[in-house]
Structures are given as C-alpha cells and as structure tokens.
C-alpha cells in the first residue's frame, strides 16, 4: 500500500504532509525543508521515493511535513517554525520526536532552526547545505558567494546585505553561541556535501564541520568525492540521509564488547586525564593545518 498525501495552508503558508500506509500516530515527525525555489510539491514529488524505502524497511516510518519555501533563505521563519508549524503538527499527528532535514537552502534553514533551539529536535541533516565559511561576513570570498545569483532576502544576499543578519543567522555563529545547549540536547547532526560543489557549497560544510570538532559538538559529516550539488546523486544521497535519521530516531543497543573495553581503559584515560584535560572531550584539540 501507498503512502498518504495531504495538502494544507497554516495561515499564508501552504504545506505537504506525507502519512506512511498503515499510520496511526506514535511515530516521529520530520520537517522537511526544501532548497531554492522550493514547494510543497517538492515533497509531493518524492512519495514515490519514501513508499519505496519504507517497503523495503530501509527507512523506518515517519511523518514527513514541507512548506513552501520560494527563495526565502527561511530568514525570519523562525516564530512561524516553532510557535506555529511544528506544535500544530505534533498535535494533528500524535508524533513522537523530531527531527528536521534539508537540502540546499533548506539544509542552512534547517542547521540554523536546530542548534536554535536544539532542545526540540531530535537529530537535523542537512545534505549540502548552503554555508558561508566564515564567522564575520566580511571573510567570505566571492567564490563562497556565487549562490548569490539565484536571489533571497536583501539582507542576506546581494551586494547590500546586511553583515549583522547574515552572521546572526549564521549556523557556525548559532553553533558557538549555544554550544553547551547543543551539547546537553545530545540533538544527532548530519552534515554531507559533494567536493564538485558548482556553487561550493561544500566550503561552507567543511568549516562547520570544524566548528564542531572545536566546539566538542558530537556530529557526522560526509565530503563526497567527485559529487556536485544537483544529478543523479540526488536520490541515493537522500535515501542515505533519511536511513541515518531513523538510526538516530531509534534507541541505540548497549554493545556490551565496547562497554567492557571502555572499563578496561578507564585507568589509562584516567592517568592521561591528569596530562591532558582534553582526554575528556569527544575530538582532540587540534593544532591548524597551516
């Protein structure tokens, strides 16, 4: 049996809700929010997708939410994202945790409303996510900027955007400020991108990638070889993205092997501990590559 389509508006804001055959509530709910240009027919469009992966059992059950998106950057979404979409969803829906998955602009939108407010989400993947790989956007080089073509909020693109919005909407700024927030959620991040990047995108990536390594934030990240922004790597990246989050979604197993040699190293971190108090971080504290 087929999924479920439904077409709804939430005030001015069209929206796409997918319900997996068989639904009846108590099952994760996931935004999805869609790259430049984007609609609600853009979920529409991967119905086919979704049944697929849920009979084949890679990808477990989840309601999947989308609205329309245009070219807005998400920029100033944020009442209507945590005050208006997702509490109306989880009550319509009966769902359990969530979390929130974006491409493109979508993945920036999508990075910038999780570590926001990390304690409502579960885990975020963003697949290559439009960053700028910098903190001040006074840094960021024309050949981060080339997005810039396909338009967005004035504030955020084009020659007389404002450096206090881009760089308050930043996700790597968003990262620092609510590290230990980020941290104490224990929310599962996501990032990937292609090293063929045609707007090189996979900048961005890499040096949030490293915003979190020096931040202590516990994260996956994915750099593609030879893979571009759009193509036929589109589908099967998705399908590895949505396969990760319903991993995060689900209780993790104790390994008890990996349990007992944690104890049997215990004194050894211990003693190391007392050299080097960065033996308790996750990631070690790295010296530059140059």
Known sequence: MSSTVELHDLGSTPYAVILPSGFDGSIPLCIVLQGGGGTRQNLVDCQKHFDRWWAEGTVPPMV?????ARMSYYHGWEP??????????????????TAMFGMSMGGYGA???????????????????????????????????IHHVAGGPPELIGADRDPGTVESNNPANLARENAAAIREAGMSIYL??????????????????????????????????????VG????????????????????????????????QLQPVRDKAIQEDPATRRRYGILKPSR
């Open 64 to 68: 999947l939410a989308s609205p329309t």
């Open 80 to 97: 209507f994202v945590f005050d208006e979409f997702i509490p109306s969803l989880r009550a319509a829906y009966r769902t359990t945790a």
């Open 111 to 145: 990075l910038k409303f999780a570590f926001a407010r990390p304690e409502m989400f579960a885990a975020v993947a963003a697949m290559q996510p439009i960053l700028e790989p910098a903190f001040d956007a006074s840094d960021v080089r024309a050949r981060n900027l």
């Open 192 to 229: 990937e991108a292609g090293d063929d990047d045609l707007v090189n995108a996979h900048d961005g990536v890499e040096f949030l990638h490293r915003t979190l390594w020096d931040l202590d934030i516990a994260h996956e990240y994915h750099l593609l070889r030879g893979i571009d922004h």
């Open 232 to 263: 036929v790597s589109v589908v099967p990246r998705m399908r590895a993205a949505y396969e990760w989050l319903g991993r995060s979604l689900q209780m993790p197993q104790p390994d008890e092997m990996i349990q007992t040699l944690r104890t």
